[in-house]
């Protein structure tokens, strides 16, 4: 796989690149090429380029461009989810999901004419009216992680370029096609050359990227080392930056919940793409006397997950993304068991019959249950099939494990009890909540981001605060003076 740059393919005649596997197998499906700095120059050179034509195109070409993209990506999809499921492995349903969810970040940016309007206010002096205006800002890098290889990059995209921006846009080198189907349909959708570029790459090329100096801007999505790091980096380059990090989201369950809603709920968020998602529920604290029937609602229903390759439709969960980081994952089970906590269900043991010994990655759903914060499973971040339950004795408890945990992307409460519903909404110290939802993702028209480790900057990705990021204002103050009245004067321009 390489790159995608002014428009066309570019094989890397360089020395470095990378296996890409199916994690379903664990077999080598191809090689990525890693981009030197000379081939990220390339690329923010195709940008820079384009960023004039493109800047100046009207605003209802450019939006015929993402309607025509839309329409693409719909006729596509089953493609996209296809090239997502065979290299990050999750099952094509999932796969399917994900691009369901970036068809409304291409809605939204079809809208950007409206979001684009500034403000306007007459006579703001004497004879003096002023206005502001969002203009681009240039050449902006995207730089995405490997869960949602589709998506992830199209939360940037289509807000980056409705408002007049170039992209330069550095996917994972884990499953790096999807990048490639997206080039390709904005091409197909008459997206001018250069205005969205590929490069293929690791740390080399974001390190370029976070420090060229044609580039205005950085969105990233990724663990929160690298995302801090390239807060700091980018910033200290001189650049607006938004590094979206990771995540240990908890699910609250109150005495008053409905256990099997509540069971359903945890397994769907806890299990899903095997637990590779930044908005997955990696804790349950139970509250009260809810956790003993709750625990065993969940352990009936992990025990009956089917694990399998994505394209199997009757897979639930698919493989991890890479060997290591399976056995790292396993490696954090028994660690939980060393220091205290319940294995109630061990996914490092594969129930017979089961995927896992066909040389994919496999990890089969694992419970732990009497975790403490004290212990590692709960202090970091898994990013696997392992959901751990803390046992809270109050809401205040468990409110108080959501505002000191330091990751503060999503949070769930499930209740039937709106005044505590309410109480948490107001209470918990994280950017999604969700009221008997466990992922809150919001919906395009909102925008997405976490507080704490999980978001260094300040805006949002997506949605109405993309539009700010990717836009910068102007204000104009107009006067159009009769000769006759004007005159020198020295003192401050007053308003009255
Ligand atoms: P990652 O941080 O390893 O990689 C993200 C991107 O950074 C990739 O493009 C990668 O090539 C690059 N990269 C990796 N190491 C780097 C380094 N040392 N220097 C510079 N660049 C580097 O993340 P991942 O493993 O691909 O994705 C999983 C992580 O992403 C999880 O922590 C998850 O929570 C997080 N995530 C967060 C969100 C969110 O919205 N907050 C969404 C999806 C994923």
Known sequence: MGHWIGGAPVVDGGSRDAPVHDPATGRVTGRVALASAAVVDGAVAAARAAFPAWRATSVSRRVEILFAFHQLLVEHR?????????????????????????????????????????????????????????????????????????????????????????????????????????????????????????????????????????????????????????????????KRVQALGGAKNHMVVLPDADVDVAADAAVSAAYGSAGERCMAVSVLVAVGGVADPLVEAIRERVVRLVVGPGDDPA????????????DRVAARVGTAADEGATLVVDGRVVPEGAAGG???????????????????????????????????????????????????????IFTRDGGAARAFEVDARAGMIGVNVPIPVPV?????????????????????????????????????????????????????
Request: aromatic share 8%; charged share 20%.
């Open 78 to 238: 089953d493609e996209i989810a296809a090239v997502v499921s065979a290299e990050h492995g999750k099952v094509l349903s999932d796969a399917a999901g994900e691009v369901a969810r970036a068809l409304e970040c291409v809605e939204f940016a079809c809208g950007i004419g409206q979001l684009l309007k500034g403000g306007y206010s007459e006579q703001a002096s004497a004879g003096v009216d002023v206005h502001e205006v969002r203009q681009a800002l240039g050449v902006v890098a995207c730089i995405t992680p490997f869960n949602f290889p589709a998506m992830v990059p199209l939360w940037m995209i289509p807000n980056a370029i409705a408002c007049g921006n170039t992209v330069v846009l550095k996917p994972s080198e884990r499953d790096p096609s999807a990048s490639l189907v997206v080039a390709r349909l904005l091409q197909e959708a008459r997206l001018p050359d250069g205005v969205v570029n590929v490069v293929q790459g690791d740390r080399v090329a974001v390190e370029r990227l976070l420090e060229h100096p044609d580039v205005e801007a950085v969105s990233f999505v990724g663990s929160t080392p690298v995302a801090r790091h390239v807060y700091e980096s980018a910033t200290r380059h001189g």
């Open 358 to 412: 066909s040389g994919g990655f496999f990890l089969h759903p694992t419970l732990v249950d009497h975790v403490r914060p004290e212990h590692t499973v709960y202090r970091e971040e898994i990013f696997g099939p392992v959901l751990s339950v803390v046992r809270a004795d109050t809401y205040e408890e468990a409110v108080g494990l959501v505002n000191d945990n330091p990751y503060g992307n999503g949070a769930a």
């Open 315 to 326: 897979s639930q969960m698919g493989p991890l993304i890479t060997a290591e980081h399976r």
């Open 444 to 496: 395009g028209y909102y925008s997405f981001g976490g507080w704490k480790s999980s978001l260094f900057g300040d805006l949002h990705v997506y949605g109405p605060e993309s539009v700010q990021f990717y836009t910068r204002t102007k204000v104009v103050t107009t006067r159009w003076p009769d000769p006759a009245t004007s005159a020198v004067d020295l003192g401050f321009p007053r308003t009255r």
